[in-house]
């Protein structure tokens, strides 16, 4: 049995993953695993394998679901059906908790009257006036989301972020940096491990500021390929009014649409025999050629929980740039890097460093994208409805380089090739960590125990893979050696 990490506070466990029998001399996984099964031990500490010629047909298959060459790490190596025994698709649900608030939600100067009013726990940067081309009710569908994101902002640990990121940039760090194609000074964040005295009321205030700075949130209907975006805001006089101060700007967000449409789906399946949610989870198998024999059951009534993180998390992501635009002085670099680094990453992508800086780490769906699948299907509702669970890795930004994702830019030198390019270590999320994230015993004890580490994602170190970078195609780039086998590559180290 393993367990998440020791410094967490609250232990999340999951069965050792399956091994390959002694017996068995074949070295590389990928040439034998179709030919095994597991079956969960009885005290649930791990897995039992044998070849499948010995097996009954309740053994769970391993190996790849079918011929498609593209699956994801975890569900190549270890199949859909050991995965949800081992907990990472499905949960017990204990429902979810009507007491989601952040440390800081019933202090004076965030809601003086202590009110339990949903308007007013919902943070001010996302209540109702703030979106456009949403009716009320589908604002109320997004509530659990609204509630996690805003109890996430209520907490002095976020605040310490905004506070830095809030500091004249002249005041901050700069390290010299030169790699290929850029040449630039980078700022570098300093966030406080405790806010100085004085100052919570004041952040606070910046945050609360940006329901002005961000002119309205909405879906975009033709976004693909990204749960969302922060542009500039342009008058009707073709200017861009400034955020807080000279150089800074006013913003507005567009999530993708694909977030509306799965909760509509989920509660109109909720309501009758509406089936387009299902279809999802049904169609996303079908298309990837999943015989009935390797399926696993996918519980809707606990995907939807990864529904609204993706959601919340994405909330977050969005709001950190649109605060970097409204706080920090952008300085005319062409392709240069505008955002701030935070210390531990290798990238100055202000959303996923964000994340990174709440979660512990940047937690994604694993996806399939294959023909005969649409785009708006592979990267639009497959990524926010989260069939095949979560997964997360050592550090989100191991092989981002310069001219990744323009105007963004990394540290370190760029690698000159691809044996210079360390190993993506991936670890699948247990699914009761999502769940805990909407629970009571996080938001009215853990929290205030142990703050934002509270909600750190486990990496259980007995289920990691690493996955080499082999230049194939494919939205995994899987090949043969792209899980723990061949040379093993040198680590590079967080930036700090």
Not at 45 to 66: E, H, I
Not at 70 to 85: C, T
Not at 197 to 202: A, I, Q, R, Y
Request: aromatic share 12%; charged share 25%; net charge negative.
């Amino acid at each position: 049995m393993v367990d998440a990490e020791p410094h967490l506070p609250h232990q999340f466990d999951a069965p050792d993953p399956p091994q390959k029998p002694p017996y068995i001399f074949e070295k590389r996984w990928s040439k034998l695993s179709s030919r095994l099964t597991a079956k969960l031990k009885s005290n649930k500490t791990g897995f039992d394998v044998r070849l499948s010629v010995f097996s009954n047909s309740t053994a769970y298959k391993l190996g790849p679901l079918s011929k498609v060459p593209d699956y994801p790490h975890h569900v190549e190596k270890y199949g859909l059906q050991v995965l949800e025994a081992a907990g990472f698709l499905n949960h017990k649900d204990e429902g979810m908790s009507g007491k989601i608030n952040g440390r800081c939600a019933f202090e004076a100067w965030r809601n003086p009257s202590h009110s339990p009013d949903l308007q007013k726990r919902i943070h001010h940067v996302w209540r109702w006036q703030q979106w456009a081309g949403i009716t009320p009710h589908q604002y109320s569908l997004m509530t659990p989301a609204l509630l996690l994101a805003s109890a996430i902002l209520d907490d002095p640990v976020t605040l310490s972020y905004f506070y830095a990121l809030a500091m004249p940039s002249d005041s901050l760090d700069t390290v010299s940096h030169a790699t290929k194609g850029l040449t630039a000074d980078c700022k570098v964040l300093k966030i406080p491990d405790v806010l100085p005295d004085g100052e919570v009321w004041g952040t606070s205030l910046n945050v609360d500021l940006m329901a002005i700075y961000i002119r309205d949130w909405g879906f975009d209907k033709n976004l693909e390929g990204a749960y969302g975006y922060t542009a500039k805001y342009k008058d009707s006089n073709g200017n861009y009014p400034k955020g807080s101060k000279p150089n800074t700007f006013s913003t507005y967000v567009r999530l993708q649409s694909s977030f509306m449409d799965m909760l509509e789906y989920f509660e109109a399946g909720q309501k009758s025999d509406d089936d387009r949610y299902s279809r999802i989870f049904d169609d996303l198998q079908t298309m990837a050629g999943i015989p009935s024999t390797h399926r696993a059951p996918i519980s809707h009534a606990l995907a939807i929980y990864r529904t609204y993180f993706v959601l919340a998390q994405t909330l977050l992501h969005e709001f950190a740039h649109a605060f970097s635009l409204a706080y920090f002085e952008r300085r005319e670099i062409e392709n240069g890097p505008c955002d701030p680094w935070v210390p531990g990453n290798r990238a100055n992508e202000q959303g996923f460093a964000f994340e990174n800086y709440v979660f512990g780490g940047v937690v994604v769906p694993p996806r399939l994208s294959i023909i005969p699948m649409s785009a708006a299907f592979a990267e639009g509702l497959q990524s926010v409805a989260a069939p095949l669970g979560f997964q997360t890795s050592r550090q989100w930004d191991v092989w981002w380089c310069n001219g990744h994702m323009p105007p963004f830019a990394v540290m370190d030198q760029d690698r000159k090739d691809d044996e210079d390019w360390p190993d993506d270590r991936l670890y699948p999320v247990p699914q009761a960590w999502t769940q805990w994230l909407f629970s009571d015993e996080l938001w009215t004890d853990h929290i205030h125990r142990y703050g934002l580490q509270a909600v750190k994602v486990p990496k259980l170190q007995a289920w990691e893979i690493r996955s080499h970078d082999t230049g194939e195609l494919g939205w995994n780039r899987t090949g043969e050696d792209r899980w723990n086998t061949g040379k093993k590559r040198k680590w590079t180290q967080n930036w700090d």
